[in-house]
C-alpha cells in the first residue's frame, strides 16, 4: 500500500516537472511569433493547434460529458483560455521571468486557502518569500509597466480557475479527454479574436510550423501531464509544487540565454524549489 502510494506521488512529481520544461521550450518559441502575429494570434495558434491534436489522440467524442459535468469542462476551459490570453499579453509588457512570477499568485492563493495543516503553510511561506525576491523593485528606475503587472495578476487568477475546475473535472473522465475538451471550449473563442486581430497572416507557412510546435509544446503535452498529476494530488499540493515555474524560468534564463543572476535571485530559486520538494514529500500523508 505504501509503494504504491509512493509511486502515485512520484508520477504526480514528474509529470509537473516535465510540463515546466515542455512550457518553457514552447514560451521562447512563442516569442518568436509575437512580431509577426502578436500575442493574440499566438494564442490563437497555440490553442487551435492544441485543441486538434489533443482531439485525435484523445478521441474525445468517445465520452462527450453532459449537464453539471459539462459546465464543469466549459469553465475549466473558459479559464484556461484566459490563462493563456492574459499572460501572452503581459510578456509583451513586462519580462518573461517577472511575468511568470506575477502569474504565480493564483496557484499560491489556491494552496494558501486549501492549507489544513501546519506544514502546509511553511510550504506556501517559502514558496511566496522565493517569489517576492524574484521581483524587482517596483518604486526604481526600471519599474514594471502597470498594465502589464495587471494582466500577469488576472492570469494568475485563471490559473487559480484552471486548478480548481481542473480537479473537478479530473474525476469525469480521462485526463486527455478533459484537456482536448477544455482546449476546444478555449480556441472556439480565441482562434477568432487571433483572425480579427492578425487577418490570414497566421496561416502563412512562416507561421503554421512555429505555431505547431507551440501548440504541442506549450499546451497539448504540459496540460496532459498537469491533469494526470492533478488527479493524483490536492489542488494546493499541485499550487505548491507549480511554484518551481519561476525557479525553472531563471534556470532557462541562465543555460540558454547566459542571464546572469545575482545571490538573491539564487536564494529564491533555493526557497521555491525547497517549498515544491517539502509538498512533494509530504504529499503522502495529505492523501
Known amino acids: 500500500m505504501t509503494l504504491r502510494i509512493n509511486r502515485t506521488v512520484v508520477i504526480a512529481f514528474a509529470g509537473v516537472?516535465?510540463?515546466?520544461?515542455?512550457?518553457?521550450?514552447?514560451?521562447?518559441?512563442?516569442?518568436q511569433l509575437f512580431p509577426i502575429v502578436g500575442p493574440e494570434g499566438t494564442t490563437a495558434l497555440r490553442l487551435g493547434f492544441s485543441a486538434?491534436?489533443?482531439?485525435?489522440?484523445?478521441?474525445p467524442?468517445?465520452?462527450?460529458?453532459?449537464?453539471?459535468?459539462?459546465?464543469?469542462?466549459?469553465f475549466y476551459g473558459?479559464?484556461?483560455?484566459?490563462?493563456?490570453?492574459?499572460?501572452?499579453?503581459?510578456?509583451?509588457?513586462?519580462?518573461?521571468?517577472?511575468?511568470?512570477?506575477?502569474e504565480f499568485t493564483g496557484p499560491l492563493a489556491?494552496?494558501?486557502?486549501?492549507?489544513?495543516?501546519?506544514?502546509?503553510?511553511?510550504?506556501?511561506?517559502?514558496?511566496?518569500a522565493g517569489i517576492l525576491l524574484l521581483l524587482p523593485d517596483m518604486q526604481g528606475e526600471e519599474s514594471l509597466d502597470p498594465v502589464g503587472v495587471a494582466l500577469a495578476l488576472a492570469a494568475g487568477a485563471c490559473w487559480a480557475g484552471y486548478i480548481l475546475f481542473g480537479k473537478k473535472t479530473g474525476t469525469q473522465a480521462s485526463g486527455g479527454i478533459t484537456v482536448a475538451l477544455g482546449m476546444t471550449v478555449a480556441a472556439i473563442f480565441l482562434v477568432p479574436l487571433g483572425?480579427?486581430?492578425?487577418?490570414?497572416?497566421?496561416?502563412?507557412?512562416?507561421?503554421?510550423?512555429?505555431?505547431?510546435?507551440?501548440?504541442?509544446l506549450s499546451s497539448a503535452l504540459p496540460y496532459s501531464l498537469e491533469m494526470i498529476s492533478l488527479r493524483n494530488m490536492t489542488p494546493q499540493s499541485f499550487s505548491?509544487?507549480?511554484?518551481?515555474?519561476?525557479?525553472?524560468?531563471?534556470?532557462?534564463?541562465?543555460?540558454?540565454?547566459?542571464?546572469?543572476?545575482?545571490?538573491?535571485?539564487?536564494?529564491?530559486?533555493?526557497?521555491?524549489i525547497c517549498a515544491s520538494l517539502g509538498s512533494a514529500l509530504t504529499a503522502e500523508k495529505r492523501q
Open 195 to 216: 483572425f480579427v486581430s492578425q487577418g490570414m497572416a497566421i496561416l502563412s507557412w512562416e507561421v503554421i510550423p512555429l505555431g505547431l510546435a507551440v501548440g504541442i
Open 110 to 128: 489556491v494552496a494558501l486557502i486549501g492549507s489544513r495543516r501546519k506544514t502546509d503553510l511553511i510550504w506556501v511561506g517559502l514558496a511566496i
Open 17 to 31: 516537472l516535465l510540463a515546466m520544461a515542455t512550457i518553457q521550450s514552447g514560451a521562447s518559441i512563442a516569442k
Open 61 to 74: 467524442w468517445r465520452a462527450m460529458p453532459e449537464g453539471s459535468d459539462l459546465r464543469a469542462i466549459i
Open 52 to 59: 486538434i491534436v489533443l482531439w485525435l489522440v484523445f478521441r
Open 240 to 272: 505548491v509544487l507549480m511554484s518551481m515555474e519561476p525557479a525553472v524560468a531563471a534556470l532557462a534564463g541562465f543555460l540558454i540565454l547566459s542571464e546572469q543572476l545575482t545571490l538573491w535571485q539564487w536564494l529564491a530559486i533555493l526557497l521555491v
Open 78 to 102: 473558459v479559464c484556461l483560455g484566459g490563462m493563456n490570453i492574459l499572460f501572452y499579453l503581459a510578456i509583451e509588457r513586462i519580462p518573461l521571468g517577472i511575468g511568470v512570477a506575477l
